[in-house]
Structures are given as C-alpha cells and as structure tokens.
C-alpha cells in the first residue's frame, strides 16, 4: 500500500486548487493508499531563509511535522497555481525552509556532486494556469515545473516527476472544472 502525501501550495481555501486536492485525496483513499495532507497557508512559520545556508535557522513545530509527512510519504503530489510563471511566495518559503543540506540533500566535501537523501520516493505536479499548458511550456519553457521537478525534487532524488497541468482556469466553466475534478480524482485512484 502506497503512502501519498497531498501538498497544497494554494495560500486560498476557496480557490480551485483546494477542490484539486479534495478530489485527489478521495480518489487515493478510494484506492486503498494511505494519505497524509499538508495544506501550507494553514502552517505557521516563516518563510523566509533568513541566513541562507551560512546558519541553521531552527524549524518551527509545523514545518518538523511537515518533514516527517515528506520522510513518511513513497509519493508526493504538489499542487499549486503558476502566478507570474512561478510558484506562490508561501510555496517557496515553505521549500526554502525545509529542503535544507542534510535534509533533503548533502553537498559532498571537495566536490561538486551532491547526495540526494530523497531517493526512492516519486511525485505529480498538478498546477493550474490561465494559458494552455503547452503555451507555457513553448512560450515560457514552464519556468514552476523546472524549478519545483528539476531544481528541487529531482535534485533531492525525487524521481519519476510526472506533471499534469489544469487550465484555462480563468472563465472556466463549471462543466469544465467538473471534467478536471474527475480527471484529478482518477489520477488518485490510480496513485499517480
């Protein structure tokens, strides 16, 4: 059985990625998977990586118990909107604070490689945008998914990635963020 956590970069309850992460964790519960959440606006911490890597910052409560949730989980599904070609501010934050050396990764010494102390876990990216997915891709080289996939998970071990984007979210019809609900609902039941 597989452990599946659930994290959402969204800072809105009442935005559509909140309904994304409901209709994912029902379709893992369906399944049988264990399923854990870490919605980050509710976390209260700071997300700002004051020293950068010169001095450890200590982690507050909420973001320890949000590293046992990642440690625990075989899977990980992010979910977060594209604002400005990037991730949310708080989204950021909550990766800069806690995918720290040692953490989630150990620079080797005299050396330019690095271990990836993730290694054996996989992920999905869902996000959502106001363009097609492919114009983000071709017109902006998806500058989110390189930066959450390439930079940080795949950097930590973290592999496969798979992305799925939602979008036009923008004037979207019910009809429509009906179809995305059941597609995401889907990709939970199948614990991708």
């Known amino acids: 059985m597989k452990n599946i956590l659930i994290i959402n970069g ?3 309850p009442l935005s559509f990625n909140f309904g994304i992460a409901e209709s994912y964790l029902k379709g893992a519960v369906a399944s ?3 399923v854990e959440t870490i ?3 509710d976390l209260k911490f700071n997300p700002n990586l004051q020293f950068g890597y010169q001095k450890r910052t200590e982690l507050e409560p909420d973001l320890l118990e949000s590293w046992e949730k ?3 989980a075989d899977h990980l599904v992010w979910i977060h909107p594209v604002w400005w070609g ?3 501010a708080i989204t ?3 990766i800069d604070r806690l995918f720290l050396p040692g953490m989630a990764f150990q620079y080797r010494e005299n050396s330019v490689w690095w271990d990836k102390l993730l290694k054996g876990k996989t992920a999905h990216i869902i996000t959502t945008l106001d363009q097609p997915g492919w114009y983000y891709w ?3 080289g998806r500058p989110s998914v390189n930066q959450l996939k390439k930079s940080t998970l795949e950097f930590c071990g973290v592999k496969p990635v798979k992305v799925t984007y939602i979008g036009i979210i923008k004037g979207s019809a019910d009809l429509q963020r009906a179809k995305w609900l ?3 609902y889907n990709l939970g039941l199948k614990n991708k």
């Open 39 to 41: 919605t980050i606006a």
């Open 182 to 184: 059941e597609k995401v």
């Open 10 to 12: 969204h800072p809105n």
């Open 70 to 72: 990642i440690k625990r």
């Open 138 to 140: 071709f017109s902006f």
């Open 86 to 88: 990037g991730l949310p």
């Open 92 to 94: 950021k934050g909550f």
């Open 32 to 34: 049988g998977a264990t």
